[in-house]
């Protein structure tokens, strides 16, 4: 079955649930990338990390969707790699980003804690919190 619909919109129904919380840019650009990544390389784990990594350059996870970055680029040093070394991912958190956008985040999150981390410490807690939102948005459905 397509991604998308005969006038061009993404069936939300085919995307994971964080995409579709999220906006019609983040969903166009996953669905486009993984449709292309499947052509390429087949339907599976490969063309979903292609498609994740797409989206992850335009938009980072923030709770239990994704948001549009500030500025365009790869948001940990797996996405900034070649692809060929397998590096730990930041899980959608913008790892690149500054201290400041981080601890933004960690407050609109309510991350305890938050101003004595460092950026590190951060993106981790960050991560841990998408994860939390991400599971309650799953278990309210």
Same mark, same amino acid.
């Given at each position: 079955?397509? @991604? *998308?619909?005969? =006038?061009?919109? #993404?069936?939300?129904?085919?995307? !994971?649930?964080?995409?579709?919380?999220?906006? +019609?840019?983040?969903? =166009?650009? *996953?669905?486009?990338?993984?449709?292309?990544?499947?052509?390429?390389?087949?339907?599976?784990?490969?063309? $979903?990390?292609?498609? *994740?990594?797409?989206?992850? &350059?335009? *938009?980072?996870?923030?709770?239990? &969707?994704? +948001?549009?970055?500030? +500025?365009?680029?790869?948001?940990? /040093?797996?996405?900034?790699?070649?692809?060929?070394?397998? @590096? !730990?991912?930041?899980?959608? #958190?913008?790892? %690149?980003?500054?201290? @400041?956008?981080?601890?933004?985040?960690?407050?609109?999150?309510?991350? !305890?804690?938050?101003?004595?981390?460092?950026?590190?410490?951060?993106?981790?807690?960050?991560?841990?919190? %998408? =994860? $939390? /939102?991400?599971?309650?948005?799953?278990?309210?459905?």
């Amino acid at each position: 079955m397509s @991604r *998308f619909t005969k =006038d061009g919109k #993404v069936r939300e129904e085919t995307l !994971p649930s964080t995409l579709q919380r999220s906006g +019609e840019k983040a969903q =166009d650009t *996953f669905a486009a990338t993984l449709d292309s990544a499947e052509e390429q390389y087949g339907d599976g784990e490969r063309a $979903r990390r292609t498609a *994740f990594a797409s989206l992850k &350059h335009g *938009f980072e996870k923030v709770g239990d &969707h994704w +948001e549009p970055k500030a +500025e365009k680029g790869p948001s940990d /040093e797996q996405a900034a790699g070649s692809g060929a070394a397998a @590096r !730990p991912t930041a899980g959608g #958190v913008d790892a %690149n980003s500054s201290k @400041r956008h981080l601890y933004d985040l960690a407050k609109k999150l309510d991350v !305890p804690g938050r101003s004595g981390m460092s950026k590190d410490e951060l993106v981790q807690a960050l991560q841990k919190a %998408n =994860d $939390r /939102e991400t599971r309650k948005a799953r278990e309210a459905q």
